[in-house]
């Protein structure tokens, strides 16, 4: 039984044609103005995510970030030093929940009865877990605004879960989603305690690693978060028309970009502090875990989160990182009845002490940033891949 994802060499030939696939261009269909629907999907904290639109994707930006991730470090390696999605960015960008319990558990449901308790609807095409995104697009897209409260609830359901299959973790069929997610969405209040942002992160280490092996062809991601951290951190081709972050009071910060895009520095913090104050509280709940170097849990996926080296990203001087562990990474492939809670007990037990595991600026670099740079240079151009 194939469990293990192999790790794969690594194709240093330069091209590798990697598509990134997210089909959050369907979500711009389903615009919602229900307000029952709208009231559950603030329940759940998902209604934020739900005001960020999707983008035309810069393939060949996105491409040429692949070329310089390293998966033994979820980190980017460019020619000044190391860069990643952090919990920050997702918070930022996105507006989903970084802290809380973990989004996991079984795969083991008897499908049919979970549709019709969730949705109303008895389903006759669920294949391997799995139903077609255009079915629910068109069973719930539209609804009356004097429809029953079972028939709102099973909408907003619907709706994250559309919107989970499109944008949050696509997976390669391009057109289903897994129905694992419903049973965490049953209960609006439950919902929106879990750690959506952090799992969304875990599932996107995961799909960036994967790409950056040799003969991948196909990246399946959050790619509108990816697309926008490329254009606040680095610049490259980013859009002139970026709305000011003081018109985003009930957004997070990605809905400053809006629809389609149009080299100069890199910027390691484009989070400051008179920018983190005017946003809405939603972005920023949860901060104390920003800089946890902690576990990131999303079902079968456990990746490492290791802010500890892109500290510059957080305006502190970077030290020499200590060097991250390996966890071994699993599939869900032959296992379709385990329990990954319980699977995965150890790794959970981390994420609970992630507040323990907070990285500050190590004493060590003292307070002269122009040493501390030279330290650390010398010792990254000494292991990165040039």
Not at 123 to 138: F, K, V
Not at 220 to 231: G, H, K, N, R, Y
Not at 275 to 300: K, M, N, Y
Request: with cysteine; proline share 5%.
């Amino acid at each position: 039984m194939a469990d293990l994802e192999d790790a794969g060499p690594v194709d240093e030939s330069g091209y590798r044609g990697v598509q990134f696939i997210e089909h959050g261009r369907k979500l711009n269909q389903w615009e919602l103005d229900h307000p029952a629907v709208l009231d559950l999907l603030r329940q759940s904290e998902f209604y934020y995510i739900s005001r960020l639109r999707r983008l035309h994707l810069d393939q060949a930006l996105l491409e040429a970030l692949i070329e310089r991730w390293r998966r033994e470090t979820q980190t980017f390696y460019f020619r000044h030093g190391e860069m990643t999605i952090t919990l920050q960015d997702v918070a930022v960008i996105s507006g989903l929940r970084v802290d809380g319990a973990p989004v996991i558990g079984t795969t083991v449901y008897p499908w049919p009865d979970i549709c019709q308790a969730l949705l109303g609807v008895v389903l006759d095409d669920i294949r391997a877990g799995q139903i077609r995104l255009d079915w629910i697009y068109q069973q719930f897209h539209h609804l009356h605004l004097d429809a029953l409260v079972g028939l709102v609830a099973a909408t907003a359901r619907a709706y994250i879960l559309y919107q989970i299959g499109c944008s949050l973790f696509p997976n390669p069929t391009g057109y289903r989603v897994h129905l694992k997610w419903l049973p965490l969405i049953a209960d609006f209040d439950a919902c929106g305690t879990l750690a959506w942002g952090a799992a969304a992160l875990a599932y996107l280490y995961r799909a960036l690693g994967s790409a950056a092996l040799k003969g991948k062809v196909e990246c399946c991601c959050f790619a509108t978060l990816v697309q926008i951290w490329a254009w606040d951190h680095l610049h490259v081709g980013q859009p002139t028309n970026a709305g000011a972050v003081a018109d985003m009071a009930d957004c997070p910060m990605g809905c400053r970009y809006d629809i389609i895009l149009a080299f100069s520095q890199m910027t390691w913090r484009p989070y400051t502090y008179a920018i983190i104050d005017t946003l809405p509280a939603f972005c920023v709940q949860g901060s104390e875990v920003w800089r946890s170097r902690t576990t990131l849990i999303c079902f079968h996926i456990v990746e490492l989160h290791v802010p500890d080296r892109v500290l510059q990203q957080f305006g502190l001087l970077q030290h020499i990182p200590i060097p991250v562990e390996t966890i071994r990474r699993y599939t869900s492939q032959g296992r379709p009845d385990e329990d990954w809670a319980h699977f995965h007990a150890a790794h959970i037990e981390r994420w609970g002490d992630r507040l323990q595991a907070i990285i500050d600026q190590h004493p060590i670099v003292g307070d002269d940033p122009v040493q501390a740079t030279s330290i650390y240079m010398e010792w990254y151009w000494q292991i990165t891949r040039r």
